[in-house]
């Protein structure tokens, strides 16, 4: 079985259109490449808050905000942000006043509870957490999507192309143990593929938030941060740091991958043509990008969107589940959305394998 | 010994019929099965293979259904089809050895066995080549050598002589000739003389049914005095086609020899001739009118 998997292993690596994706989206990134700048007098503005920061700080903030407007100097973005803290916090009661004032319910008082928990008084040099959590819902998850399914449309999908699958079908092994077989290799491959993401996207974004002289050193800053300041998340409810919160996104994107190749893997041994395998494939993973978008310009935001958040690319990407209060409610318990989402991949995940294994068992050439 | 036994099997495509209550028993020896193009050899090696479902009937190998072996019946088979499917960019080495993975042997023993059968094939010197630059009998050899991988009881080759040029036919005769020891052989053809001296029982198929099912001689011996050769004038032809089944035709002088098929002499000038196994191709596919 060892052997099999080896080969399968080998197999899989000898698809040229793999090195083909890879050099081009490297060479993509590299183009379009943008870099983080700010002087060193700024970043040292940021050193001298004292964290958390308080009423009087953001008194100061203000007042120094509206005498020197226009004179833009090194501390200015500092600033600038104590007083976006303030705005994150009024933001949170605005809200929790708008749904105090709201019949009450289950979910609501959820939410007032949690909303009134988050605190945004905390203030470092978010950058680099920030754009490692964009690229890897970005840039990072496109790739890691696009390798997948070139390496994966056509592992079953060739054998039948081929008419290999016929020594398959009359060699003691079978199909069964080659479905196995695939099933370990499409799992290395995605935890390589992963893996390969993740760490690059660490690199590649110290290289570029750390760009200019010095910057570097402050790139292990920013991480306890509370996820408000996450431009897409500034109206979440949840109280999390930009740590926590990475994590969470880490986890997600893992299982989305695996969840999304085994898909992928499903599909290549239904499908009898390669070419069919590698469209259904792409649709699952881009059609959700596409459809939301449409709907965003059709200025159609109501449950259908919100439904999007559950699809596999959306979920790998996190944000949307934590960007809002986002919930299900089965009788007395509200659930939510990350939850949801966490609970959805391990069933496709389970229900895949499980499809797999017993649609190969009865599986016959024509 | 080996048994395989083949129970009254039907197939249909929709509503095409393609075999129709076929029902043999093979002991170990070589069965060639002779069919015109569409005749259903290939499904009817693959329903043996269990690798498509008869629409009616069983297969059974040594009595038991082999659906039901699974694995075990697997291992006791070697396949080599039609058109021997490779992956294009695999060498012959590789592609043996990824076989022989698929089959179960392990790698110590794997390969000794693919450095065995190529040398048997006569491919050795070539294992490091990309199966896709071959030519068509170097890949009907690799095919052949990855089915003997596993020693396999069941042999079944679904046309292994076609496209080979005659010194390769010749070649994979003698070949055959070694493995048919203990083993059950089966293979398709619609060559006949890939029969010679060859073939144990001659299976012919027509139209997805079993004609015959005998030893060549035997075989042959049905077709005795009903072969006759016949000199003709080129515009006695049409005639003489209209009204009999008609074999090779040859040029000869100014005139025309016609071999043709028919239970009395046909013409007073016909001689009578020994049937040979091209004869009995012709017989029971040629398309001419059948008395
Ligand atoms: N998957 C299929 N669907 C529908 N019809 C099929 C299918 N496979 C084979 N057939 C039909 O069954 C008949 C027998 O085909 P088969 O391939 O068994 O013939 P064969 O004797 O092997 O012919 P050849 O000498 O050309 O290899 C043909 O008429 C073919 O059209
Ligand atoms: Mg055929």
Same mark, same amino acid.
Not at chain 1, 226 to 248: A, D, G, K, R, V
Not at chain 2, 140 to 146: E, S
Not at chain 2, 177 to 184: D, G, K, W
């Given at each position: 079985?060892?052997?099999?998997?080896?080969?399968?292993?080998?197999?899989?690596?000898?698809?040229?259109?793999?090195y083909?994706?890879?050099?081009?989206?490297?060479?993509?990134?590299?183009?379009?490449?943008?870099?983080?700048?700010?002087?060193?007098?700024?970043?040292?503005?940021?050193?001298?808050?004292?964290?958390?920061?308080?009423?009087?700080?953001?008194?100061?903030?203000?007042?120094?905000?509206?005498?020197?407007?226009?004179?833009i100097?090194?501390?200015?973005?500092?600033?600038?942000?104590?007083?976006?803290?303030?705005?994150?916090?009024?933001?949170?009661?605005?809200?929790?006043?708008?749904?105090?004032?709201?019949?009450?319910?289950?979910?609501?008082?959820?939410?007032?509870?949690?909303?009134?928990?988050?605190?945004?008084?905390?203030?470092?040099?978010?950058?680099?957490?920030?754009?490692?959590?964009?690229?890897?819902?970005?840039?990072?998850?496109?790739?890691?999507?696009?390798?997948?399914?070139?390496?994966?449309?056509?592992?079953?999908?060739?054998?039948?192309?081929?008419?290999?699958?016929?020594?398959?079908?009359?060699?003691?092994?079978?199909?069964?143990?080659?479905?196995?077989?695939?099933?370990?290799?499409?799992?290395?491959?995605t935890?390589?593929?992963?893996?390969?993401?993740?760490?690059?996207?660490?690199?590649?974004?110290?290289?570029?938030?750390?760009?200019?002289?010095?910057?570097?050193?402050?790139?292990a800053?920013?991480?306890?941060?509370?996820?408000?300041?996450?431009?897409?998340?500034?109206?979440?409810?949840?109280?999390?740091?930009?740590?926590?919160f990475?994590?969470?996104?880490?986890?997600?994107?893992?299982?989305?991958? !695996?969840?999304?190749?085994? %898909?992928? @893997?499903?599909?290549?041994? =239904?499908?009898?043509? +390669?070419? /069919?395998? &590698? *469209?259904?494939?792409?649709?699952?993973?881009?059609?959700?990008?596409?459809i939301?978008?449409?709907?965003?310009?059709?200025?159609?935001?109501?449950?259908?969107?919100?439904l999007?958040?559950?699809?596999?690319?959306?979920?790998?990407?996190?944000?949307?589940?934590?960007?809002?209060?986002?919930?299900?409610?089965?009788?007395n318990?509200? !659930?939510?959305?990350?939850? %949801?989402? @966490?609970?959805?991949?391990? =069933?496709?995940?389970? +229900?895949? /394998?499980? &499809? *797999?294994k017993?649609?190969?068992?009865?599986?016959?050439?024509? | 010994?080996?048994?395989?036994?083949?129970?009254?099997?039907?197939?249909?495509?929709?509503?095409?019929?393609?075999?129709?209550?076929?029902?043999?028993?093979?002991?170990?020896?070589?069965y060639?099965?002779?069919?015109?193009?569409?005749?259903?050899?290939?499904?009817?090696?693959?329903?043996?293979?269990?690798?498509?479902?008869?629409?009616?009937?069983?297969?059974?190998?040594?009595?038991?259904?082999?659906?039901l072996?699974?694995?075990?019946?697997?291992?006791?088979?070697?396949?080599?089809?039609?058109?021997?499917?490779?992956?294009?960019?695999?060498?012959?080495?590789?592609?043996?050895?990824?076989?022989?993975t698929?089959?179960?042997?392990?790698?110590?023993?794997?390969?000794?066995?693919?450095e065995?059968?190529?040398?048997?094939?006569?491919?050795?010197?070539?294992?490091?080549?990309?199966?896709?630059?071959l030519?068509?009998?170097?890949?009907?050899?690799?095919?052949?050598?990855?089915?003997?991988?596993?020693?396999?009881?069941?042999?079944?080759?679904?046309e292994?002589?076609?496209?080979?040029?005659?010194?390769?036919?010749?070649?994979?005769?003698?070949?055959?000739?070694?493995?048919?020891?203990?083993?059950?052989?089966?293979?398709?053809?619609?060559?006949?003389?890939?029969?010679?001296?060859?073939?144990?029982?001659?299976?012919i198929?027509?139209?997805?049914?079993?004609?015959?099912?005998?030893?060549?001689?035997?075989?042959?011996?049905?077709?005795?005095?009903?072969?006759?050769?016949?000199?003709?004038?080129?515009?006695?032809?049409?005639?003489?086609?209209?009204q009999?089944?008609?074999?090779?035709?040859?040029?000869?002088?100014?005139?025309?020899?016609?071999?043709?098929?028919?239970?009395?002499?046909?013409?007073?000038?016909?001689?009578?001739?020994?049937?040979?196994?091209?004869?009995?191709?012709?017989?029971?596919?040629?398309?001419?009118?059948?008395?």
């Amino acid at each position: 079985m060892k052997q099999l998997i080896w080969w399968e292993w080998k197999l899989l690596w000898q698809q040229k259109l793999i090195y083909i994706m890879l050099v081009a989206i490297l060479s993509l990134l590299w183009i379009s490449k943008t870099y983080f700048n700010m002087s060193i007098e700024e970043l040292n503005a940021f050193e001298e808050i004292q964290n958390p920061i308080t009423e009087k700080d953001i008194q100061e903030a203000r007042e120094i905000l509206a005498t020197k407007e226009f004179e833009i100097g090194p501390e200015v973005n500092v600033f600038y942000r104590i007083d976006e803290a303030q705005t994150l916090m009024d933001k949170q009661s605005t809200i929790i006043n708008q749904l105090k004032a709201r019949p009450q319910t289950s979910a609501l008082e959820k939410e007032i509870t949690m909303r009134e928990q988050v605190n945004t008084m905390y203030i470092e040099k978010t950058e680099y957490p920030i754009f490692l959590s964009e690229f890897l819902g970005g840039e990072g998850l496109i790739a890691i999507g696009i390798l997948l399914i070139v390496g994966l449309y056509n592992l079953f999908a060739r054998d039948q192309q081929t008419g290999m699958i016929q020594y398959t079908l009359t060699s003691k092994f079978g199909r069964c143990k080659l479905v196995q077989a695939k099933l370990v290799v499409t799992l290395l491959y995605t935890m390589v593929i992963y893996i390969g993401t993740v760490i690059f996207s660490v690199i590649f974004n110290i290289y570029r938030t750390g760009s200019h002289v010095n910057y570097w050193m402050y790139i292990a800053e920013g991480f306890n941060s509370p996820i408000q300041f996450h431009s897409s998340l500034s109206m979440s409810p949840y109280t999390l740091t930009l740590f926590e919160f990475l994590l969470i996104q880490l986890l997600f994107l893992l299982l989305g991958s !695996i969840c999304f190749s085994i %898909i992928c @893997l499903s599909i290549s041994s =239904v499908v009898k043509a +390669s070419f /069919i395998s &590698f *469209l259904f494939s792409m649709a699952i993973f881009f059609l959700p990008f596409l459809i939301v978008n449409l709907l965003n310009l059709l200025a159609e935001r109501g449950w259908i969107a919100k439904l999007f958040i559950y699809t596999i690319p959306y979920i790998m990407q996190t944000k949307r589940l934590f960007e809002a209060f986002y919930y299900l409610q089965i009788s007395n318990k509200v !659930i939510l959305a990350p939850f %949801i989402a @966490l609970g959805l991949l391990l =069933v496709i995940i389970i +229900s895949s /394998i499980v &499809f *797999l294994k017993i649609y190969n068992k009865k599986w016959r050439y024509i | 010994m080996n048994e395989l036994c083949l129970k009254s099997i039907y197939k249909n495509y929709k509503t095409k019929q393609v075999l129709d209550n076929i029902s043999m028993i093979f002991k170990p020896g070589v069965y060639s099965f002779l069919g015109a193009n569409g005749s259903g050899k290939t499904t009817l090696m693959r329903i043996i293979l269990n690798l498509i479902k008869p629409t009616k009937g069983a297969v059974y190998w040594n009595g038991q259904p082999i659906e039901l072996l699974g694995e075990s019946y697997r291992d006791a088979i070697g396949y080599v089809p039609q058109h021997v499917p490779f992956y294009p960019n695999m060498k012959v080495y590789d592609f043996l050895m990824y076989i022989g993975t698929l089959k179960g042997i392990a790698n110590h023993a794997l390969k000794e066995k693919v450095e065995y059968w190529l040398k048997q094939v006569n491919l050795y010197d070539d294992r490091y080549q990309k199966i896709k630059n071959l030519s068509g009998g170097m890949k009907q050899r690799v095919g052949i050598a990855q089915a003997m991988l596993n020693d396999p009881q069941l042999l079944i080759l679904d046309e292994p002589t076609a496209g080979l040029d005659p010194k390769e036919r010749i070649r994979f005769r003698s070949l055959i000739a070694n493995l048919s020891v203990n083993r059950i052989i089966l293979y398709t053809t619609h060559i006949a003389s890939d029969l010679e001296g060859l073939t144990d029982y001659v299976c012919i198929l027509n139209n997805g049914c079993l004609e015959q099912l005998d030893e060549p001689e035997n075989v042959l011996k049905k077709l005795a005095k009903q072969v006759w050769e016949v000199d003709i004038l080129p515009e006695e032809l049409i005639y003489i086609e209209e009204q009999y089944k008609v074999g090779a035709i040859e040029k000869h002088g100014g005139r025309i020899r016609v071999r043709l098929y028919h239970h009395k002499k046909p013409l007073p000038q016909a001689v009578m001739k020994e049937p040979t196994l091209e004869d009995l191709y012709l017989y029971y596919f040629s398309e001419g009118q059948s008395t």
